[in-house]
């Protein structure tokens, strides 16, 4: 992530959206939880709670925009599960099987 800003990871800002899930405000809470829980998994998000009232305070919206993310360890640890998980996914799909897990 490091130089990853909030709305860099927010569907259809700008970029195109084959799989939408979360809807905007969505997104917003997702990545509040994931940056103000008591674990985060993602640091460096200056602003919140994700709320209209923060949309129209313009220098907390700006703040947020701002923000600089990363993940923490925790954060890394549960991409890495992922990224396991997704190639164990792809290889049987492929007619491949792992054995032993």
Same mark, same amino acid.
């Given at each position: ?16 959206? +084959? ?14 939880? /994931? @940056?103000?829980? %008591?674990?985060? #998994? ?20 700006? +703040? ?14 549960? /991409? @890495?599960?992922? %990224?396991?998980? #997704? ?15």
């Amino acid at each position: 992530m490091g130089d990853t800003h909030p709305f860099d990871i927010f569907p259809g800002d700008g970029k195109p959206n +084959r799989r939408r899930v979360f809807g905007y405000w969505e997104v917003g809470a997702l990545l509040d939880g /994931l @940056a103000h829980g %008591r674990a985060p #998994a993602v640091s460096g998000l200056e602003e919140g709670p994700f709320t209209l009232e923060m949309h129209d305070d313009r220098s907390r919206l700006q +703040r947020y925009k701002a923000s600089e993310l990363q993940l923490t360890a925790l954060g890394e640890a549960i /991409l @890495a599960r992922i %990224r396991i998980s #997704a190639d164990t996914t792809r290889s049987t799909a492929g007619g491949r099987h792992r054995t032993g897990q």
